[in-house]
């Protein structure tokens, strides 16, 4: 069993960063498949980011203001946001999976997540 708690949302002017984290306990989970979702209000779960070992993969509509990276020695998985917009507000969950290709969809261990809202 893996627990996920997610951190660091919170409220933020456009064009603001915020970074969340992604703790793990239970087991370490340095091989695990990571990923970030979000669910903004009336809409339905969008895929944000994943990491695999040292693979990434970021969805389009983030590419070039979000990174996604681990840090394996505190089993911690951050997403860094840059130039937030208001459309990026949404509760941000984050996943893991010990199984499957870094585009694989689901995942075995979701979080609870984390509100981020951007102010225009």
């Known amino acids: 069993q893996v627990q996920l708690v997610e951190s660091g949302g919170g409220l933020v002017q456009a064009g603001g960063s915020l970074r969340l984290s992604c703790a793990a306990s239970?087991?370490?989970?340095?091989?695990?498949?990571v990923g970030w979702f979000r669910q903004g209000p009336g809409k339905e779960r969008e895929f944000v980011a994943a990491?695999?070992?040292?693979?990434?993969y970021v969805s389009d509509s983030v590419k070039g203001r979000f990174t996604i990276s681990r840090d394996n020695a505190e089993n911690t998985v951050y997403l860094q946001m840059n130039s937030l917009k208001p459309e990026d507000t949404a509760v941000y969950y984050c996943?893991?999976?010990?199984?499957?290709?870094?585009?694989?969809?689901?995942?075995?261990?979701w979080g609870q997540g984390t509100q981020v809202t951007v102010s225009s």
């Open positions: 996943a893991a999976d010990p199984r499957g290709p870094i585009t694989m969809a689901t995942y075995e261990y």
């Open positions: 239970g087991r370490p989970f340095s091989t695990y498949r």
């Open positions: 990491i695999r070992w040292s693979s990434t």
